[in-house]
Structure formats: C-alpha cells, structure tokens
T-cell receptor, first 113, second 116 residues
Framework: AQSVTQLDSQVPVFEEAPVELRCNYS??????LFWYVQYPNQGLQLLLK??????LVESINGFEAEFNKSQTSFHLRKPSVHISDTAEYFC???????????FGKGTMLLVSP | DTEVTQTPKHLVMGMTNKKSLKCEQH?????MYWYKQKAKKPPELMFV???????INESVPSRFSPECPNSSLLNLHLHALQPEDSALYLC???????????????FGPGTRLTVL
C-alpha cells in the first residue's frame, strides 16, 4: 500500500519570497502524483500532476513540482508567492491501475505581507 | 470544462432528519466519488462508483447511502446522522476509475454539513 508524507503542517512565508512544500511517498509500484490546493471554505482544486514523461511539471499560476523517483519525492515550489496563495496544499498519490487517491496530511501555506 | 457542482452548499440537520446531498458533472466522466473531510484533515474516501456501479465502499456506516441514478449524477442520502458526522462532504469525478493516465479526479466545492 502507498503512503504520502508531508512533514510540514504549516509553512509561514513573506510575500514575494520563494517557497517549497515537501512531499514524499512510498509505493512498491508505479505511481501518479498530484498536488491539490484548498482555499478556505472551498473544495479541492487540482494544481498540477505528474503522470509520465518530463519530471518537471508546472501550473498556470507559477507553481512547479519535480518528480524524483530515486528520492521518492514530489516537492512543490514557487519562486515568489502572493498573499492569494494562502491555502492548504495536499499532495496525493495513486497507483497505476487504481483510481483511489492517498492524500498526505496537508501543508498550510501562510503568506503574510 | 472541469466543473463538478454540489448542492446544497450548506446543510444543517437534526439527528432524526433525512436529507440528500447532490453532485453533478457534465465532463462525460464514468467514475464518481464521495469523500468526507473533517477540519484540518485530508479528505477520506467513502464511496466510488464506476459505470454507475458501486465499486468501493470504505466501510461507511449504513446511515450514509449513496446512489448513482445516471453517469452524471451522484447522491448521498443521509439518515439518523450523529453530530460527529458534521464535516465537509466532497464529490469528485474522473474518466472511468480505471487508474490510467486520463483518470485524474476533479473535485466539487463541497457541502458543509452540520448535524445538531
């Protein structure tokens, strides 16, 4: 069975600073990896995903994540954050052939002026 | 269009009430999911429907009863709930539930349920 670890429950950062949200997974088979964002009192929005091909994936709002198979990681990065990026970020994994997602516990990104 | 809609947005019910949550998608997806999310926690999978058939039931109490009338609609019928069932209930859909590269889950905005 797969598992996902998000070690940081909260990451405080100042506006325009860079940020990295860490995600590590464990699985014995090939996986797909996802980052979802949840703004206060809203549902989950897909931010980006790794399915195959290039290990660096990007979102339309400046986030990127890199799949590192040897380190079993899928860390999320943004070079300059905005106040509006304040939200809960969930890393999730699914195993090829199975649709169910395993979520990490989430990381709250708190951006202050 | 990757929109999943859920109604109502908020629901307050007593422990003796019967109510239903509704979810709809028009992306042609054939798999739909119900999740329960408590505050400050990740979503927990409750049920999965694939091609209108219940394929996964994560040992959910019988006071929660899912229904998939057609490929676009998913209901969750609620009866005799407990206060600890208060949570955000999220619906999601994906291509077909077969777990290939097209099977990304897209979530709705959720229904905030409070049980008094």
């Amino acid at each position: 069975a797969q598992s996902v670890t998000q070690l940081d429950s909260q990451v405080p950062v100042f506006e325009e600073a860079p940020v990295e949200l860490r995600c590590n997974y464990s699985s014995s088979v090939s996986v797909y990896l996802f980052w979802y964002v949840q703004y206060p009192n809203q549902g989950l929005q897909l931010l980006l995903k790794y399915l195959s091909g290039s290990t660096l994936v990007e979102s339309i709002n400046g986030f990127e994540a890199e799949f590192n198979k040897s380190q079993t990681s899928f860390h999320l990065r943004k070079p300059s954050v905005h106040i509006s990026d304040t939200a809960e970020y969930f890393c999730a994994v699914s195993e090829k052939g199975y649709s169910t997602l395993t979520f990490g516990k989430g990381t709250m990104l708190l951006v202050s002026p | 269009d990757t929109e999943v809609t859920q109604t109502p947005k908020h629901l307050v019910m007593g422990m003796t009430n019967k109510k239903s949550l509704k979810c709809e998608q028009h992306m042609g997806h054939r798999a739909m999911y119900w999740y329960k999310q408590k505050a400050k926690k990740p979503p927990e999978l409750m049920f999965v429907y694939s091609y209108e058939k219940l394929s996964i039931n994560e040992s959910v109490p019988s006071r929660f009863s899912p229904e998939c009338p057609n490929s676009s609609l998913l209901n969750l019928h609620l009866h005799a709930l407990q206060p600890e069932d208060s949570a955000l209930y999220l619906c999601a859909s994906s291509q077909d539930g077969q777990g290939d590269t097209t099977d990304t889950q897209y979530f709705g905005p959720g229904t905030r349920l409070t049980v008094l």
